[in-house]
């Protein structure tokens, strides 16, 4: 057997893990070689050396970790109170970028489309590819509302109307399809347009604030967080009070409970 | 979980504390899932010397190791309930601890080196235990001087071949285990235990000269061992 090989050996004869028929064949070696026996000798040193050195753990290690651990389990109760917060773990990890590029991506490629298909045809003389490309968004004003909204009332397309609070994206100009349909009207013609009593859209945020059962249950949780964090406080407060009183030499390690 | 709800079947604290002791970690953690914070105790009795000796000599920082170690104790808390019996309760605990050191150490590399204009504090600057036999000042002295060149060797050992090296040397995890809780090939974990022994060896070869080294070295032991027939004797 080579010296290589049977220090391959040792190591795993040190661990108890050599297979018998291998064993005979490193302790015949060993009998020959005063290489690897000086080997093993210093393996089986270097393991006393490092048994006999172990660290040793710091003064008031149990009090410490007793004290991290309340204030983790504080933090993680107040993790919980948020479950909402629990079901967005990328949101909260601050990944939010690539979603959001994403989403831009998504959007931004939405609108091209809408450039291409649907903008030629509410542009009068656009009819050359160069016509298409003309800024006319910037060239052409903000189109005023018809004066006349009993009529725009009265046209297919006045369910749309209440919807329609943004500025043209081409520019369609008075008398197109796309103004009929409602886009294209300025901010300001929406505002005037709109019926008593008609339903005001007021998007995601809308929808979320007017819900008065969740309002009521956020203030609640609100006010059991509070009575929470008021209960801890007592807690730490106590905690210090018995530090005080007792001392670096007289702490509750544990083996006294 | 709550940490101050005991649901304990003893009426006496040294009772239940006894009991404790003869059960397994493995039921032990079973225990802390259904609530009992004795039994958590125990686990903690049981892990933070062999975790913190570990961490200690991965980071070589005492109160980095102290934190880290802590920060592995808490993880088994918090998260006890993940714990299934598939593999032993110290593949898990110190898989956990692994991953903590691996974490830091991959942080302090990104991290320039900065160099404090304070002093660090000497080693006799450290409490020491009046109470504790083996506090004494000769004995300490010797002890740490010892432990500081283990120190300093085991830093050497390039940290792939280290993790495994002390898993097996220090915690006398099985190559199984270590397997687990590397992740690692079981043939990558021998030959990863066997180079860094090759390489510890060089490293401590010529403390292995010095008889005055080797001298301690046996002081020190014998004294454990009486450690050790003290402890036995009160219990």
Same mark, same amino acid.
Request: hydrophobic share 45%; charged share 20%.
């Given at each position: 057997m080579r010296c290589s090989k049977a220090r391959d050996f040792l190591s795993r004869e040190i661990d108890g893990l050599l297979p018998p028929d291998a064993t005979?064949?490193?302790?015949?070696?060993?009998?020959?070689?005063?290489?690897?026996?000086?080997?093993?000798e210093d393996l089986q040193t270097g393991r006393r050396l490092l048994a006999a050195t172990e660290p040793r753990l710091p003064d008031n290690f149990d009090w410490k970790l007793q004290l991290r651990l309340n204030q983790a389990l504080q933090q993680r109760a107040g993790e919980t109170a948020y479950p909402w917060l629990e079901d967005e773990p990328a949101v909260r990890r601050?990944?939010?970028?690539?979603?959001f590029g994403a989403a831009a991506s998504i959007g931004l490629a939405a609108m091209l489309a809408v450039a291409v298909f649907l903008g030629p045809q509410g542009a009068p003389g656009a009819a050359t590819p160069a016509g298409r490309a003309t800024p006319q968004v910037a060239a052409v004003p903000v189109v005023e509302a018809p004066a006349n909204t009993t009529a725009q009332a009265a046209s297919p397309a006045a369910s749309l109307a209440g919807r329609s609070d943004r500025r043209s994206l081409f520019g369609a100009s008075r008398g197109t399809g796309l103004y009929e349909a409602g886009i294209g009207r300025s901010v300001s013609t929406g505002a005037r347009s709109m019926q008593p009593g008609a339903v005001i859209d007021r998007g995601w945020s809308g929808d979320r604030l007017d819900d008065l059962q969740t309002i009521q249950r956020l203030r609640e949780r609100n006010d059991q967080l509070v009575r929470m964090v008021y209960q801890y406080e007592l807690q730490v407060r106590t905690l210090k009070a018995r530090l005080d009183s007792t001392g670096a030499a007289g702490l509750d390690t544990g083996d006294n409970r | 979980m709550n940490p101050s709800r005991e649901n304990t079947p003893f009426e006496d604290p040294r009772q239940q504390r006894g009991a404790l002791r003869d059960l397994r970690d493995e039921d032990l953690i079973v225990l802390v899932q259904q609530g009992q914070k004795r039994a958590y105790d125990e686990i903690v009795s049981r892990y933070k010397g062999r975790l913190f000796s570990f961490i200690m000599r991965m980071v070589k920082d005492p109160a980095l190791a102290e934190e880290l170690t802590q920060e592995t104790l808490i993880r088994v808390y918090i998260h006890a309930a993940k714990y299934r019996e598939i593999a032993r309760f110290s @593949?898990?605990?110190?898989?956990i601890a692994t991953n903590l050191v691996r974490n830091k150490m991959r942080q302090r590399s990104r991290r320039p080196v900065t160099i404090s204009l304070n002093p660090a504090p000497e080693d006799d600057e450290m409490p020491v235990d009046p109470a504790d036999a083996r506090a004494d000042t000769s004995a300490r002295i010797e002890r740490e001087e010892l432990g500081r060149l283990i120190a300093e060797a085991t830093a050497k050992i390039p940290e792939r071949y280290r993790v495994p090296f002390l898993l097996r040397e220090v915690e006398q995890l099985s190559y199984e285990e270590?397997?687990?809780? @590397?992740?690692?090939k079981l043939g990558t974990v021998r030959s990863r235990i066997n180079r860094a022994r090759t390489r510890f060896r060089l490293l401590i070869k010529p403390m292995l000269k010095n008889e005055t080294l080797l001298a301690e070295l046996?002081?020190?032991?014998?004294?454990?061992?009486?450690?050790?027939?003290?402890?036995d004797n009160e219990e």
């Open positions: 005979a064949g490193l302790l015949a070696h060993l009998d020959a070689c005063g290489e690897c026996r000086s080997f093993r601050g990944s939010w970028w690539p979603a | @593949t898990w605990v110190f898989t270590i397997q687990q809780v @590397t992740g690692l046996e002081e020190i032991e014998a004294r454990a061992a009486a450690e050790d027939n003290r402890t």
